[in-house]
């Protein structure tokens, strides 16, 4: 299936796009529309459609400015443009800025689905082009590809030589001058441990890296894309890092097959310091795990973690103690000795559990006959990991766990092999839901303030990811990533549930007619609002109102 998100300021226009295609008998599906180009531009950014079919006049944002953006952000997208017989000219600006195809209005639907097959094949070859294997082998093979990773790769770990940095950029036709910089590293893999899908991702990847704004990027190993951002100003640097790293994993995972994390590094003020930034996104990366394919818990999901986001202190101190083993005057564990274990429950997943315990059991399996031993020091060892996590994140294992510090829970937990899995699994649990509660703290007043305004505001239809994200402070981009994976929806998913929900209570509570709910719950026509109302709830308005009338 393709989506399809269509742009005019003529509802009876959009409204025959959208009711007069048979979209999912025809291999399509239908994603969204919007009255403007602005709001448009905010919500093609997080809906990510295949196909854009837009009005090429327009108010406030056109569609010529419309598809240039879109271009600029997400060249995967392919436009189809709607216009009027006297338009010629801007028809002949659309065609030099690289669209699909032209329709000339009044189209009929069949005219219209003959163009979206036509544009749907093209998408097919050049994502068989692009991923084409053999090309990004021969491209990274070519010497001046070469000569340009190896500069990059020298340059972020730290072993490029500073005077003569900006000389040699230039020469390669990079352009490093800023005022901020970080460094992003995406990981992608198979699910399935197929390599061929891990490299034809990494090669659609390769494909479309020069479109990614501000950042110079080249592949390490087969599967890490390491990319160099500047920015202007800190803002301007998040938002280009957020969007490009929203775009790396909506391009990687257009095959199903294949997720991607991205770790995102610390902002740097130097080129000499960029080693820093991508150092931070490396240690992100070597402790985030990826389960084995045959477990039945492999549910990996593509994320995106930035070292900014995490809120942890990096330059914690150790405690005093000299040890571990068992304070004899109050029967607590010593908590005082750190180990690397920590930073791997920093930046572990749920879906990261399966594969410690199973790393623990292999080494209780490589060692026969002395299962308590191993089992024990296993168990103290990830006990004085997630103590330190605790107070690192300013919490005190003492208060929150204190059954966990007695020798008697690790004698108790060690007994057998099925006690013990389970042990370390409600330990492992502890520890990452605690965490997850400190980070979301980071942002709960952010996700707390956009939720309200979302409340106060939805039945303004200009209300959009970028308004709410002006509001909260942030970028769009860096807003986007945040809400997501703070809310487990996106924030266009969250916004129209806001909305229907609002009209089912206007529908159980008043007399109020459909168009005069749909436009005072933030729809600009009321046809899309039944539309969207039947697509989130299975019934149309009338319908539901029937059935709350009862």
């Known amino acids: 299936m393709y989506s399809v998100f269509a742009v005019d300021d003529e509802p009876i226009v959009l409204e025959g796009i959208r009711s007069k295609i048979d979209w999912e008998g025809s291999g399509f599906t239908f994603a969204g529309e919007a009255t403007d180009g602005e709001i448009a531009l905010s919500m093609i950014h997080e809906l990510k459609p295949d196909i854009l079919i837009t009005d090429i006049k327009m108010p406030f944002m056109d569609g010529l400015q419309l598809a240039q953006a879109i271009k600029q952000t997400q060249p995967w997208i392919k436009i189809i443009i709607l216009s009027g017989h006297d338009e010629f000219d801007y028809a002949k600006k659309a065609i030099s800025i690289g669209i699909e195809d032209y329709l000339l209005k009044p189209f009929t639907p069949d005219e219209l689905i003959t163009s979206l097959k036509k544009t749907a094949d093209r998408i097919d070859t050049e994502r068989k082009q692009l991923s084409d294997i053999s090309k990004l082998k021969a491209e990274l093979k070519s010497n001046e590809a070469l000569i340009k990773k190896e ?226 020091y296993i168990l103290v060892d990830l006990i004085f990991a997630v103590s330190k996590l605790i107070e690192k994140l300013g919490g005190d294992i003492k208060t929150l766990n204190p059954e966990i510090l007695q020798r008697k829970f690790v004698d108790d937990a060690v007994q057998n092999q099925e006690n013990f899995t389970k042990i370390l699994e409600q330990v492992l649990n502890f520890a990452l839901e605690y965490r997850d509660s400190k980070m979301t703290g980071k942002y709960g007043d952010v996700i707390l303030k956009a939720k309200r305004f979302i409340e106060e505001n939805y039945a303004d239809q200009n209300t959009t990811l970028t308004t709410v994200a002006d509001e909260v402070c942030l970028s769009p981009n860096h807003f986007s990533t945040i809400f997501s994976q703070e809310c487990k929806t996106t924030f266009i998913e969250y916004l129209t549930s806001v909305r229907i929900e609002n009209a089912k209570r206007l529908m159980r509570e008043t007399e109020m007619k459909g168009y005069d709910i749909a436009y005072e719950c933030g729809f600009s026509d009321p046809h899309y609002f039944s539309y969207i109302f039947k697509k989130n709830t299975g019934l149309s308005p009338r319908e539901y109102k029937l059935t709350v009338e009862k």
């Open 151 to 376: 500069f990059l790769n020298n340059l972020v770990h730290g072993s490029a030589e500073m005077s003569t940095i900006i000389q040699k950029s230039s020469e390669l036709g990079i352009n490093l001058i800023s005022r901020y910089y970080k460094v992003l590293i995406s990981r992608i893999e198979s699910r399935s441990r197929n390599i061929n899908s891990q490299q034809e991702a990494c090669s659609l990847l390769n494909s479309y890296s020069a479109a990614i704004n501000e950042a110079v990027s080249f592949f390490h190993h087969s599967n890490l894309l390491v990319c160099i951002f500047k920015g202007s100003t800190q803002a301007e640097l998040d938002d280009n890092t957020f969007r490009a790293a929203e775009t790396i994993g909506h391009i990687a995972t257009k095959n199903d097959d294949c997720t991607v994390l991205t770790a995102i590094g610390k902002t740097v003020e130097h080129l000499s310091q960029l080693k820093i930034s991508y150092e931070d996104a490396k240690k992100i990366l070597s402790v985030n795990t990826t389960p084995d394919s045959d477990s039945s818990t492999n549910t990996l999901a593509s994320r995106i973690i930035s070292f900014d986001d995490l809120g942890t202190d990096t330059n914690y101190e150790n405690g005093t103690g000299s040890g571990s083993g068992v304070d004899g005057a109050s029967g607590f564990l010593d908590i005082s000795e750190n180990d690397p274990l920590v930073d791997r429950l920093k930046y572990a997943g749920k879906n990261d559990i399966s594969a410690i315990i199973e790393e623990s059991m292999s080494l209780i399996r490589n060692n026969p006959g002395q299962f308590k031993v191993f089992a024990s």
